[in-house]
Structures are given as C-alpha cells and as structure tokens.
Nanobody, 124 residues
C-alpha cells in the first residue's frame, strides 16, 4: 500500500499562486508515475498534470499548460504542483495519485493510489 497526503491548498485571489505538495509513504517502490487530478462541485474528476519517475517526462491538461508546473523530489517521495496565474475556474479539490509503473497516463482509472484531496479556492 502507498499512502498519499496532499497539502498546500487554500484560498487565493485570481492571478495568485499556490504550491501543492503530495508526500508518499508506505510501499513507495510502488509509486512511479504520479499525477494530479481535480474535481469541482457537480463535475467529474479531471486530469491536471502527471510526471514520470524520470525528470522531464510530464503531461499537462490544455487548460493548465503554461500556468502549472509539476515536479518531484524522489529522495523525499514528494510531488509538487506549482500553480500560477490562478483563475476562478481552477477552484476544485485537488487529488494526487500514483501508479506502480513508469508510464505517464492521464486517465484517473489507471491510477491505483489516491490522496484525500486538498481544497483550492480562487476568488474573482
């Protein structure tokens, strides 16, 4: 089992920035590709960004390209999501997830372990 704990959410004004963190513990050898997803009220969970085990392999949703940056520190078993130029439509609960293979995927069902989520609210 892998446990994931997100932190860093909060309330920010439009145009502001937040950095989310997701710390993995437990059988971290089963944590390879990691992703961030978000879910707004009344909407389905959607892909935000993902990163492979090796630095340089990343994928982003079109809606966040150029504004969000995903990174990871393998020594700390932690993945980050730097969110800049935030918009009200970015408001959602943000979840991190991981899967035991190195392939970077954007579909939620492909991920095996999930965190509890952290709320991000962007005011206009």
């Amino acid at each position: 089992q892998v446990q994931l704990v997100e932190s860093g959410g909060g309330l920010v004004q439009a145009g502001g920035s937040l950095r989310l963190s997701c710390a993995a513990s437990g059988r971290t050898g089963s944590s390879k590709a990691m992703g961030w997803f978000r879910q707004a009220p009344g909407k389905e969970r959607e892909f935000v960004a993902a990163i492979g085990w090796s630095v340089g392999i990343t994928k982003y949703a079109d809606s966040v390209k150029g504004r969000f940056t995903i990174s990871r520190d393998n020594a700390k078993n932690t993945v980050y999501l730097q969110m800049n130029s935030l918009k009200p439509e970015d408001t959602a609960v943000y979840y991190c997830a991981t899967r035991p293979t190195m392939v970077v995927l954007i579909t939620a069902s492909e991920y095996d372990y999930w965190g509890q989520g952290t709320q991000v609210t962007v005011s206009s």
